[in-house]
């Protein structure tokens, strides 16, 4: 038995230098090839930045410098600082900010104000050097005075026309102002959105504020122009602290689009010597759209008594709609379509003549059909929180592009005839009830209509059912 140990043992000590040996061959020859080779790289460093010391330390009081330094664990830049940092109250003069190896420096421009709280928010500026880790939304905060202001106030901005976030949008704060102080000076305080539209201010004096959003295209940071993006709320708001009752939330509109300065020279309008024209259709005609005829010169005659829509017995076809534009070009024939019905065009060549004088080379016939009920997508959306006095407007779009549009008059849509596709679903509620979204008039105190946009996209198959149920 105790040969038998032995004979175990020295096996077991030959095998573990067996293991050593070939482990240290195998660490030389992996060596020697990463010295002539190219390097394989490692684990990518994804952690942030630490801060290691300030100067003067985080929630300094009696502060009367103006210089600040912070200290990080390793080399740092400063991306982007006058859009990323923000210094509440908001100053004159930004700061200058400058950054060396591990250390960034900030020399504040301004004069502090006495027993003030100021916040410097960094955002996403401070990265390191090697991979780009932000150290994110790190203020430094500090009051001239012996305490630190610790009010703070919490809301949301949404664009009203669609319900979404644009988190390009700043939200401003004045202190103890009128309702023309956002037209005539910089804001007290600033801050930015979210990506979900959550904004939020700390360290705030208690006091009465008037809170706006701005979209500040010259820079001015204050409101100048009705195509500027702009939110207001309807009264001044009371910040106490320890106070999370108040959570309001902000509606983005334009006032008016944003025009373009170009000058386009008035030319009149080339009339080409030759009269032709062309028809929207392709493949089959839409049940819900009318047919167009679009000329290349503007028409002073057309006779629409020659200018005909027919069935294939040639009898006219009732109750046709014919409309013009206002370039005298394009003319529209909408009558109430037949599912799968067939059609005949008929345009005589002296029935239209153009400001020239020119007509059609030759008379035109188009033989066409509509689409079948099977051609299109039928649809039912329950909506839970369907509220009538608002009056709701459901809105299809197809990128951005509104194609259908339906005053929503119960709890419940139902649609077939939607074309093949993938819509947006949005939800307007129709204060004026004019059938579309309406702008606010911050001169009037009007606030903008508003809508919801739904996040699940609406897919539409040809001869297809689809059922959705909707909260609101």
């Keep these: 038995m105790a040969a038998a140990s032995l004979i175990q043992m020295i096996k077991r000590i030959l095998t573990a230098l067996f293991i050593i040996v070939c482990g240290y061959i195998f660490s030389i020859s992996n060596s020697g090839c990463a010295q002539i080779g190219a390097p394989t790289g490692g684990i990518r460093d994804s952690i942030a930045p630490v801060l290691v010391r300030a100067s003067p330390e985080l929630r300094r009081t009696n502060f009367s410098g103006n210089k600040i330094t912070l200290t990080f664990s390793e080399y740092v830049e400063v991306v982007d600082a006058q859009t990323n940092v923000l210094l509440s109250p908001y100053p004159k003069s930004n700061p200058s900010i400058n950054y060396n190896l591990k250390t960034v420096t900030v020399r504040l421009r301004d004069t502090l104000q006495p027993n003030t709280t100021y916040s410097i928010n960094f955002g996403n500026a401070i990265k390191d050097v090697n991979e780009g880790n932000v150290f994110e939304n790190f203020t430094y905060v500090f009051s001239t005075g012996p305490n630190i202001d610790s009010a703070s106030l919490q809301g949301k901005l949404l664009l009203a026309e669609t319900g979404l976030v644009d988190s390009t949008i700043s939200v401003a704060l004045y202190r103890n102002a009128d309702d023309s102080a956002v037209q005539k000076r910089r804001p007290d305080y600033l801050t930015r959105i979210k990506g979900d539209g959550i904004f939020r201010f700390t360290n705030l004096p208690e006091d009465s504020y008037k809170l706006y959003a ?259």
Excluded: C, H
């Design 214 to 472: 701005l979209k500040d295209a010259d820079g001015n940071k204050y409101y100048n122009g009705k195509t500027e993006m702009f939110a207001f709320l309807d009264s001044a708001i009371m910040v106490v602290s320890n106070d999370t009752t108040q959570q309001p939330t902000l509606y983005a509109y334009s006032e008016e689009p944003v025009k373009d300065n170009k000058i386009i020279p008035v030319l009149k309008p080339k009339v080409e010597k030759t009269l032709k024209f062309n028809y929207n259709y392709s493949g089959s005609q839409d049940l819900l759209t009318a047919l167009e005829i679009t000329f290349n010169n503007p028409l002073k005659a057309f006779d629409t008594s020659r200018i005909v829509l027919l069935d294939t017995n040639y009898n006219r076809i009732p109750g046709t709609v014919v409309t013009m534009d206002s370039t005298a070009k394009k003319f529209s024939y909408q009558p109430t379509w037949a599912p799968a019905g067939e059609y005949i065009f008929i345009i005589p060549n002296d029935a239209v003549e153009d400001s020239a004088g020119n007509k059609l080379a030759k008379s035109d016939t188009l033989r066409f059909s509509a689409k079948k009920e099977a051609d299109y997508g039928r649809t039912t959306l329950r909506f839970k929180g369907y509220d009538p006095s608002r009056n709701p407007v459901i809105q299809l779009l197809v990128a951005d592009e509104i194609k259908f549009s339906f005053p929503l008059t119960g709890p419940e849509f139902t649609n077939s005839r939607l074309l093949p596709g993938e819509y947006t679903i949005r939800i307007l509620y129709d204060d004026n009830k004019d059938g579309k979204w309406t702008p606010g008039n911050y001169s009037k105190k009007i606030q903008p209509e508003k809508a919801v946009t739904i996040t699940q996209k609406l897919g539409i198959r040809a001869d297809w059912d689809n059922e959705r149920d909707i909260t609101l």
